[in-house]
């Protein structure tokens, strides 16, 4: 190979690396931008509707947010209760909440319905299996808030399962292992024609509201700043509105109940 031969080579062979070298770091980067979204477990279907390209961990959200104060890689959190976010906030770990969605709790029971549940006043009898959302869960202290103010508090000597989070909840009931539970209206929708869901009498409804928010410790505050965007934005809202959420709080009648510190206990 003659001299000229071998320096084109080797300019060939350099810009090769250099391509390589270039896709690789234009690849970092497009995995950088993605966020994380550690987000309630009803949102589930939802979110990744708005922002496909987003990495998301679903669960309850109080699990996502100790996991956030413990250092967790999040980018973006959104929660089932405002108190979740607005004590990071006050912590200085995320930034300013924002109001993303509504949404109302129903009883569900097995498509078979075996124990003849038609209402929920039907959970305090003798002999029904409940299945309710662990206390330290958003949905397991709206669903306790709202038996106590509909007189049911004796319902709860009839939970056997306590759950992690609402679709726990949800597929526990959906496969028969317990005769109704109490999860959000949204997640009845996403199981479909496995539940039927029975309403809740609007006076012993919580305000159940989700607030999103940017998480301080993220890789990428500007792209997590534009997903809350997009999110809380008319389109995110469209999304969510097909979804069954509601965007603004549901008529109050009086006397109503809101989920605080004083009720839950948190």
Do not use: C
């Amino acid at each position: 190979m003659t001299g000229a031969a071998t320096a084109g080579a080797r300019a060939l062979a350099a810009a090769l690396a250099a391509a390589v070298l270039l896709a690789v770091a234009v690849a970092g980067t497009a995995r950088a931008a993605e966020p994380t979204v550690y987000a309630a477990a009803s949102l589930t279907e939802a979110l990744p509707q708005i922002t496909p390209a987003a990495r998301y961990s679903f669960a309850g959200s109080d699990t996502l947010a100790l996991q956030i104060r413990r250092g967790a890689p999040a980018d973006v959190f959104a929660s089932a209760a405002p108190d979740l976010t607005r004590d990071l906030h006050r912590d200085g770990l995320v930034e300013a909440p924002r109001p993303l969605a509504y949404n109302r709790l129903v009883v569900v029971v097995p498509r078979s319905n075996p124990a003849g549940i038609d209402s929920v006043y039907d959970l305090g009898r003798d002999g029904v299996a409940v299945v309710l959302a662990d206390t330290s869960v958003p949905v397991g202290a709206y669903s306790r808030a709202a038996l106590t103010d509909l007189g049911l508090t004796h319902a709860l000597d009839n939970v056997v399962s306590r759950e992690p989070d609402v679709r726990d909840v949800l597929g526990k009931v959906a496969l028969g292992q317990a005769d109704a539970g109490l999860v959000y209206s949204t997640d009845a929708r996403v199981a479909g024609s496995r539940v039927t869901a029975l309403p809740i009498p609007a006076f012993a409804q919580p305000e159940i509201r989700y607030e999103i928010a940017v998480v301080a410790s993220g890789g990428d505050r500007s792209e997590a700043r534009d997903l809350v965007a997009r999110a809380t934005g008319p389109a995110g809202r469209a999304v969510l509105a097909r979804a069954g959420f509601l965007l603004r709080p549901p008529p109050a009648p009086a006397p109503r109940r809101s989920l605080t510190r004083d009720v839950i206990g948190w």
